[in-house]
DNA sequence: GGCGAACATAAGTTGACACTTTAGGAAGTA
DNA sequence: TACTTCCTAAAGTGTCAACTTATGTTCGCC
């Protein structure tokens, strides 16, 4: 989760995996989305392959990227997990507040 | 949502978070959980408050902290939609494939 | 084999950031 | 007021990451 995460902090990179959510796209159309050079792209297209967001795919002298939805999972059982035991804790509290209040009445 | 995902993209900020998810604490009994110095989780603070992250109450001298998870709910929707429009995505694609099927038949 | 296209990798620069030590401010206590 | 506690603010430092230009590397084509 740790790389993912870092991964999608930077806002190109999250750029990048809108552009390639829904089709499959080549290294070099991807740089022409952004004003940045190429190396720069390819850069963080390594990035977000080692953390299991994209899928490299070669196609003769071309590289074809495509995203990988199930490189986020971990993030988001982190991020509902967050709620859910959140909003436990505070049901659990309020069970003991009630508790409480019965044996004062 | 930039602010939040910087935030809990540091591991020790993600710590923290879960130190004060279910349970209000003091900056000196967060700090105490860590090997850094206090002024660095003091800045770490910052930061989460900051991404609206966390809450401040101040109480004669010292300063208690509690996670707001509100501040994660626009990163838990992008990714919700991640997945989401994905599939739709995918689905529109496989309603075209099987159009085109039934033309060729 | 030679050549160009499409990318990746290498090397170097710059800015951000997580940390440190030092100093300052606000609230409680004698 | 003086003193302590708790914490933040300021200033400095080392490391990392996002970018640049320059240099491979791999493939298709003549």
Redesign the pocket.
């Known amino acids: 989760m740790e790389a993912a995460l870092?991964a999608i902090?930077?806002p190109?990179r999250r750029r990048i995996l809108t552009l390639v959510r829904d089709e499959e796209l080549?290294?070099?159309?991807i740089?022409g989305h952004f004003?940045?050079?190429?190396?720069?792209?390819?850069?963080?297209?390594?990035?977000l392959k080692g953390a299991g967001l994209v899928s490299?795919r070669?196609n003769?002298?071309?590289?074809?990227?495509q995203a990988r939805p199930e490189g986020l999972y971990d993030l988001k059982a982190f991020l509902e997990g967050f709620w859910d035991e959140r909003l436990d804790a505070l049901k659990r509290e309020a069970e003991r507040k009630e508790a409480k209040r019965g044996r004062n009445s």
Do not use: F, W
């Open positions: 870092k902090a930077e190109n080549s290294a070099g159309e740089a004003d940045v050079t190429g190396p720069a792209i390819s850069q963080h297209l390594k990035v490299e070669r003769g002298t071309r590289r074809l990227y």
